[in-house]
């Protein structure tokens, strides 16, 4: 069954530090695997995406990572800020050809920043 | 260049009643999604729309049903609402049914009591 499961469920830190959150799927074929952040009341909004041959991809202090052999995913905040609170949301494309229906999404991870 | 836009933002029903959820997408964007998104669930597929026809659907019943019309534009309608229903629903646009390069609206947080 394709699935995507994140960890951990909800973070909290303090402003200024760093953290990462996980992403494990087991979803197959696998075309992409994409990071989104949604505010509360919010539609998501694409972090980053990356394709299997991809193994890094940065979009300022937002970095994520792909292991397409153990098939985790990890997202890197660095410097977090007050507006990082969020949550993030790991999601998955099955490779069946182009269609929205091919999604698999995670629960997300609900990330506090406290000053 | 617009983002997709849902109308209206909030809505309140009751039980029982219907309600019809609208979409515009991106300019030029022909592929229209819906999903419904609950604090248990996260982000379910309810159904996506391609040139005026649904290609995909996911899992929900009957009462959930949409349609797009010649300018791209999509509505969702919920029949015989039910408390379970509450959630924020919401609906992302790409130039096809591209799972690649597709953008999210703000949603439509829907209130059934």
């Known amino acids: 069954k394709n699935q995507v499961e994140q960890s951990p469920q909800s973070l909290i830190i303090l402003e200024g530090k760093n953290c990462t959150l996980q992403?494990?799927?087991?979803?197959?074929?696998?075309?992409?695997l994409r990071w989104y952040k949604q505010d509360t009341g919010r539609g998501p909004v694409s972090l980053t995406i990356?394709?299997?041959?991809?193994n890094t991809k940065s979009n300022g202090r937002y970095t994520a990572t792909l292991d397409a052999d153990t098939k985790q995913s990890s997202l890197h905040i660095t410097a977090s800020q007050l507006s990082d609170s969020a949550s993030y949301i790991c999601v998955v494309s099955v490779n069946y050809g182009g269609s929205q229906g091919n999604l698999i999404f995670g629960k997300g991870t609900k990330l506090s920043v406290k000053p | 260049k617009a983002g997709v836009t849902q109308t209206p933002r909030y809505l309140i029903k009751t039980r029982g009643q219907q309600v019809t959820l609208s979409c515009s997408p991106i300019s030029g964007h022909r592929s229209v999604s819906w999903y419904q998104q609950t604090p248990g669930q996260g982000l379910q597929f309810l159904f996506e729309?391609?040139?005026?026809?649904?290609?995909n659907k996911g899992n929900f019943p009957g009462r959930f049903s949409g349609r797009q019309f010649s300018n791209s534009r999509s509505e969702m309608n919920v029949s015989t609402l039910e408390l379970g229903d509450s959630a924020l629903y919401l609906c992302a646009s790409s130039f096809n049914r591209d799972a690649y390069g597709y953008t999210f609206g703000s949603g439509t947080r829907l209130t059934v009591v």
């Open positions: 729309y391609f040139s005026e026809t649904q290609r």
């Open positions: 992403c494990n799927y087991t979803v197959s074929p696998f075309s992409n």
């Open positions: 990356m394709t299997f041959s991809e």
